[in-house]
């Protein structure tokens, strides 16, 4: 099949590598001539395990170009994605001026039957107002299919790949159809696509969002409480994790959620809610929770150290909101090193892929290390605020060593207690006893 993917970020243009692999000829658009640009040099602006080698294979193939010219697209396509961002407003409304406009591109270029494919996260009744828009710019019929996304960055391509489900909100058998045939190839091994009206699509998107929140929300109040009442949170968590109706994921008590989704679309949900008359307090306190805990590791330095941190060094490791990606934004990371440079503390960083867009936020405010224990020299403490792998079996001697105080604030639990105790840390986690040596 021949498609056009518009938005070439983590979601477009996973998606539109991914339909390559399995076929179809694709062309990803953006309207922004750099990102275009890199691409067809070869280089990926982002990372994601796995995209790049995947481009590439698929580009040698010729199944897998890179356009600024939306027209042209339009024009060779059947099927054109809209997978552009949809940004918080001031109102916690989701910004809906990018898919519209992409949306009344497409109508305007298009020369015959086009099926219009949200995959952006929108709120309910977005594809009623992508109709409108699309309805007065062309004379040709069209089909808007609502098909959010649920890929996770970090493992976007093998979430793509192998979906859990495929979401398809549509109106005609024809539009069904077609996003069957196109998402065959990915759930092969049983997994099911799920048919529905477009605003049940879209309000899916949310509530599975909002549900992980919440999850995560709750495990950090769970910690906190833990901490006060004596109990060991990682215990909890499993014990809790065991039980098949509530399962171990998004169980893990840490710095509160990030990313360019949760926060976002917890609160487009629950302005679509008060919208409609409804407040939704739930997650007006998964919000305030979440807010609440991406401070928590700067009240823990702070109970160690006192407020007044001028002279006090500290070495962060992690900073995109989470692993194996480099996005920072709404990372925990940036809350945790702003309170630390307000209270007039060093910092010196290190994250195995978000470097250079840990630079755009920090600018010369902190120093940059490729190599984790560089950052460590004269540290007071070091705080983890992303859980890779490779900091999880690091030489806690040469740490001893090169640290001025051998001291970790764990924002993501991954040390046990008694081995730091073994090893002469003083060791602060979450929802856990802390170590003092
Ligand atoms: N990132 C995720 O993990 C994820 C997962 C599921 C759903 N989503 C949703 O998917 C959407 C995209 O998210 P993302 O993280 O890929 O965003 P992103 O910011 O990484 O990418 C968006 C891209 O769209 C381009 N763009 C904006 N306006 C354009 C226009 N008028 N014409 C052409 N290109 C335009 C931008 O230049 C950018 O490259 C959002 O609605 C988001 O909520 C994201």
Redesign the pocket.
């Known amino acids: 099949m021949k498609l056009c993917v ?7 243009l996973v998606a539109g590598t991914c339909f390559a692999e399995s076929g179809n000829d694709v062309v990803c ?4 001539a750099a ?1 275009i640009d890199a691409l067809r040099r070869g280089e990926v602006p982002i990372y994601e395990p796995g995209l790049e080698e995947l481009i590439r294979r698929n580009v040698a193939e010729g199944r897998l170009t890179f356009s600024t010219d939306l027209a042209e697209a339009v024009t060779k396509s059947r099927v054109c994605f809209i ?4 940004p918080e407003r001031e109102d916690g409304s989701a910004d809906l001026a ?1 898919v519209l ?2 949306a009344r591109g497409i109508a305007e270029v298009m020369d015959g039957h086009r099926v219009v494919v949200t ?3 929108v709120p309910v009744g977005t594809h009623a107002k992508i109709r409108a828009a699309m309805a007065p710019v062309t004379r040709h019929p069209f089909d808007v299919v609502s098909n959010p ?5 970090g493992a976007a391509v093998e979430d793509f790949l192998k979906p859990d489900r495929v979401v398809i909100g549509a109106e005609s058998p024809e539009a069904f159809k077609i996003m069957h045939e196109l998402y065959e190839p990915f759930v092969r091994t049983g997994a099911p696509i799920l048919e529905m009206d477009n605003a049940s699509a879209e309000m899916t998107k949310y509530a599975a969002n909002a549900l992980l929140a919440t999850r995560i929300s709750f495990m950090n109040e769970v910690a906190n409480l833990c901490e006060r009442v004596g109990a060991d949170v990682e215990f909890v968590r499993r014990g809790v994790g065991y039980d098949r109706r509530i399962g171990h994921h998004f169980l893990f008590p840490g710095v509160g959620y990030g990313g ?2 949760f926060p976002k679309d917890v609160q487009a949900i629950m302005h679509t809610a008060q919208a409609n008359g409804l407040e939704f307090p739930l997650l007006a306190g998964v919000e305030a929770v979440n807010d609440a805990q991406k401070r928590r590791l700067v009240e823990k330095v702070v109970d160690e150290f006192g407020p007044d941190l001028r002279g006090k060094r500290f070495a962060v490791w992690g900073l995109a909101f989470k692993p194996r990606t480099d996005d920072m934004r709404e990372a925990p990371a940036i809350v945790v090193i702003e309170g630390l440079l307000a209270r007039g503390a060093e910092i010196a960083v290190h994250d195995p892929v978000a470097l250079n867009a840990a630079k755009r936020v920090f600018g010369d405010r902190v120093s940059y290390h490729r190599v984790n224990y560089d950052a460590l020299p004269g540290a007071d403490a070091l705080l983890i605020v992303t859980e890779w792998n490779e900091f999880r079996r690091p030489d806690f001697d040469r740490m001893k060593q090169l640290m001025r105080r051998p001291c970790i604030f764990d924002g993501r639990n991954i040390y046990e207690p008694d081995i730091m105790r073994e090893h002469g840390f003083t060791y602060v986690p979450i929802g856990r006893t802390t170590v003092r040596v």
């Open positions: 518009v938005g070439t970020g983590y979601v477009g658009v953006d309207n922004v990102k997978a552009v961002g949809t990018a406009s992409v995959k952006s996260t996304e649920f890929l996770k960055e360019s989704c």
